[in-house]
């Protein structure tokens, strides 16, 4: 049986907003990229209101499973749409700067854990977020990631995301590597932002 998108129905008062360009990468495969994606279109779409593109610019193939498990309104082989929300599957960069050039007021890339493959659309976006795990060896996977974009222009303004961490993980990430390092609250559903994860997404973005 498929299951339903929980519905947001305390939209947020829509402001006048510059469009949102996000960038999601994760240091290691299983780190949560996705479902960090989904929140933060279900966030953005739905209680922001904002017309936002989800995108999938990796080979994982998760978006079929998410057309699988969902009631969404099919586009076309390669689209389907809930609400405000609309996915695309297996984008290259000829077809991010396509759906880049439409209406949306926010666009989530979801670069899988390619770097090395999307290094430069990923420092072209405006939000950059990169998502490690909570585990000791996940934790030394993200902070050898940071140390290797040490480097980089701007590295001081990205985002860094360790789903379900516990406070003192993040405390001493923190102080390792000097960076803005948040738990993002459990979420079973990504197709429901409780408030603690709204108030993060609300931190990061504006």
């Known amino acids: 049986m498929k299951r339903k998108p929980i519905l947001i129905t305390n939209i947020e008062k829509k402001r006048s907003l510059p469009r949102q360009t996000i960038g999601i990468l994760g240091s290691h495969p299983g780190a949560g990229v996705t479902h960090i994606g989904m929140l933060l279109s279900f966030y953005l779409g739905e209680r922001m209101g904002l017309k936002t593109a989800f995108l999938e610019c990796n080979n994982h193939n998760h ?112 102080k390792e590597v000097s960076k803005k390092v948040y738990s993002v609250p459990f979420e079973q559903d990504p197709t429901y932002v409780s408030k603690e994860t709204s108030l993060l997404f609300n931190k990061i973005l504006f």
Not at 149 to 174: E, T
């Open 63 to 174: 978006m079929d499973l998410i057309e699988t498990a969902y009631h969404w309104r099919k586009i076309d082989e390669l689209s389907f749409s809930f609400h405000n929300i609309t996915c695309y599957k297996n984008v290259n960069k000829q077809r991010i700067l396509e759906i880049s050039s439409g209406d949306y007021e926010s666009i989530i890339m979801d670069f899988g854990t390619d770097w090395r493959g999307n290094q430069e659309e990923f420092l072209r976006s405006g939000t950059k977020i990169v998502v490690g795990g909570q585990a000791p060896w996940c934790k030394e996977r993200l902070v050898d990631f940071i140390h290797s974009v040490q480097d980089l222009w701007g590295n001081d303004r990205w985002n860094f995301l360790v789903p379900y961490a516990h406070p003192q993980l993040i405390r001493s990430l923190r």
